[in-house]
């Protein structure tokens, strides 16, 4: 079946893309090895499907555009957009189309290779390559960019090859004559075959020592055949074969007379029938069997996750019965461990318990508030209580990640992400970011309005200290290692308790609270004139550290920190307590101390930013929230997404 454009082919499109001259280029949509060129001819749009290796051809199919334009064809529109399409040719009778185009002064060339190593490749006016949508290192060329641009070694051409070039070429070939055609005619196994049957010469004659009259029926069977190229008479049809679709060719063949076909005024247009019908039924296919695949898979994930709730639920109620029945378990094991002192059998024993004891793992199984326990008597009441609290603390983290899962797994069918498509005109935001002096800082607007920075480092800690800080202002710390130096800035305002309480989690969040996986801590807060940099007499204070003199006001802060996406008059990353964050974020993510490092996490609350962003914001927020923008806003040590 075909699946590629021969030389013929190549011939004939050519002559019918003449239509295209002068046709003024607009958008360039890329899909992986598959270029699409958007162009008007007068009023009139054209689509021009390029695949490298294989196929162009104009097309009434085009496939929707890609929300994020891959490189290639941003590439493409920065030099073509906009120009004009001055000349369209083949290259001698090679599968190697060139497009000229004049944008302004500028001149580029357009170079398709359609050979098997296919390439698509943009040309300056003096040939040299400003980039191949594939960089190769072959025998004999470089395609990369900066080098002069070199055509694939020439094949010899069957349409104007004479009787005695072609005696001499098969002298040359130690293969069979359909194998020689083929390869060293540049004209593809099909049309080889056509030569053959027309010059009744089997196939599988050596090519070498042919005899004149057959050498003469061979070259007639190649004139007349490429004669329509030509003279342009085309009969461009589909080849059917028991109602299956195999071959779309430009003129008769001979050994598809009895087939069943289908006529088209034009080459592009067989093409375009034959090859962007069957890729839209079979992106529709594949598109089906994902979502099929994923409702499958959310529909186990969500067995498992009520398999982990109930599983958590057996485990909490049996931690709490056997503390409800303290008294019943310590009498039940002092009777056992009494009795066993006493030389009583095991099978005395159990006569006179309401449960079940084996003998070999010392483990007692009993029905304590409608559930049955089993309780290790080896151990004390509190540690048999913590087996089971320990058990439902690692199903809750099975439970999470499970969640996680579902959640990733329904965006997936809502929009798969491998096919993701939308319409070409889809608006994108734009970055709108002024540069702040505190941007070196950690910092956040507080839900009140208030600008609270903190130190980085210990340099920053002591800078924030030495020139930001003022009169007017608060400034907090923990006793924590690590431990931010941070300032409320209040412009002589009154700070109210939501400020002060967002600004203490601030502190505790990004010291060492976080990094030993704490749940909160203690900060506290003095006016400036407490702080100072002179020790008492006789001591050194380190760089970043302070001297805090008088009441210190203490409060009591949980951790937990959100990184949100802000877009309104400023568009950017932003992190800190989530009362804050959320009220000006239009994307939030909280997270809290974990089990995945730094890294880890960056990447995956940036794949969560691009999933839920709108698709005018896709653009906008894989620009600002890379993982590695991510990674300024994240505490020390581990975290964990906070599943809401």
Avoid at 114 to 135: C, M, Q, V
Avoid at 205 to 223: D, F
Avoid at 270 to 297: H, N, P, T
Wanted: net charge positive; hydrophobic share 35%; aromatic share 8%.
């Amino acid at each position: 079946m075909k699946d590629k454009m021969t030389s013929v082919d190549v011939a004939v499109i050519v002559s019918e893309l003449q239509v295209l001259i002068d046709a003024k280029l607009d958008k360039i949509y890329q899909h992986e090895d598959e270029i699409r060129l958007k162009m008007y001819v007068t009023r009139d749009r054209r689509d021009l499907l390029i695949k490298a290796g294989k196929l162009i051809y104009l097309t009434k199919y085009p496939r929707p555009s890609l929300k994020i334009a891959p490189s290639y064809s941003m590439l493409l529109r920065k030099h073509l957009k906009g120009g004009r399409i001055t000349s369209i040719g083949q290259h001698d009778f090679d599968r190697v189309i060139e497009i000229h185009i004049q944008r302004g002064e500028e001149k580029r060339i357009l170079i398709i290779e359609l050979l098997p190593k296919g390439n698509i490749i943009l040309l300056s006016e003096d040939r040299k390559i400003i980039l191949p949508l594939t960089t190769m290192s072959l025998r004999s060329r470089e395609v990369r960019r900066g080098e002069q641009y070199e055509f694939p070694p020439l094949q010899k051409n069957p349409i104007d090859i004479t009787k005695s070039e072609l005696h001499a070429f098969f002298e040359e070939s130690d293969r069979s004559l359909v194998s020689t055609l083929a390869s060293g005619l540049n004209m593809g196994g099909l049309y080889a075959e056509e030569v053959c049957i027309r010059a009744g010469v089997d196939k599988k004659t050596p090519a070498r020592g042919m005899p004149v009259e057959k050498l003469q029926k061979i070259h007639s069977a190649m004139y007349k055949l490429f004669d329509s190229i030509y003279s342009g008479k085309f009969e461009p049809h589909i080849v059917f074969e028991k109602g299956e679709e195999i071959e779309a060719l430009p003129f008769e063949l001979c050994q598809y007379v009895d087939h069943e076909k289908v006529y088209f005024n034009s080459l592009n247009e067989a093409l375009d029938e034959f090859f962007s019908r069957k890729a839209i039924q079979s992106v529709k296919s594949i598109k089906d069997e994902k979502l099929a695949i994923l409702e499958r898979k959310s529909s186990l994930q969500e067995h498992a996750i009520e398999k982990f709730q109930q599983e958590e639920k057996e485990c909490i109620k049996k931690a709490e019965a056997i503390y409800s029945q303290y008294q019943q378990i310590e009498g039940i094991f002092k009777y056992i461990h009494g009795a066993r002192g006493q030389g009583s059998s095991w099978r005395e024993i159990k006569a006179k318990i309401e449960g079940e004891i084996d003998e070999a793992t010392g483990i007692l199984t009993i029905g304590l508030d409608g559930t049955i326990v089993a309780l290790d008597m080896k151990l004390g009441i509190p540690q048999n209580a913590q087996i089971y609290y320990q058990r439902a603390k690692k199903i809750r983290k099975k439970l999470e990640g499970a969640s996680r899962a579902l959640e990733q797994t329904k965006k997936e069918i809502e929009q798969p992400r491998s096919l993701e498509i939308e319409p070409e005109n889809a608006p994108q935001r734009r970055i709108r970011q002024r540069k702040q002096w505190y941007d070196r800082f950690r910092y956040f607007i507080s839900s009140e309005g208030f600008l609270v920075i903190g130190g980085r480092d210990a340099s920053t800690n002591e800078e924030i200290v030495k020139k930001h800080m003022e009169s007017q202002d608060l400034f907090l710390h923990t006793e924590a290692h690590g431990s931010p130096a941070v300032v409320i800035k209040t412009s002589g305002r009154e700070i109210h308790s939501s400020t002060l309480a967002e600004a203490a989690q601030f502190a505790v969040s990004y010291s060492s609270v976080w990094k030993a996986g704490s749940y909160g801590g203690d900060c506290y807060w003095v006016s400036p004139e407490q702080v100072s940099k002179t020790p008492p007499p006789g001591e050194h204070l380190p760089k970043g550290s302070f001297m805090v003199r008088g009441k210190r006001n203490y409060i009591r802060a949980s951790v937990g920190i959100s990184i949100g996406i802000e877009i309104n008059d400023e568009t950017r990353l932003i992190g800190g307590p989530s009362s804050a964050i959320k009220q000006m974020s239009k994307y939030v993510i909280e997270i809290e101390p974990g089990d995945l490092d730094q890294n880890q996490v960056a990447k995956e609350i940036s794949k969560i930013f691009f999933q839920d962003a709108d698709y005018i914001d896709k653009m906008l927020v894989k620009s600002i929230a890379s993982p590695d923008c991510i990674l300024k806003f994240l505490p020390p040590g581990k975290s964990k997404i906070k599943i809401s």
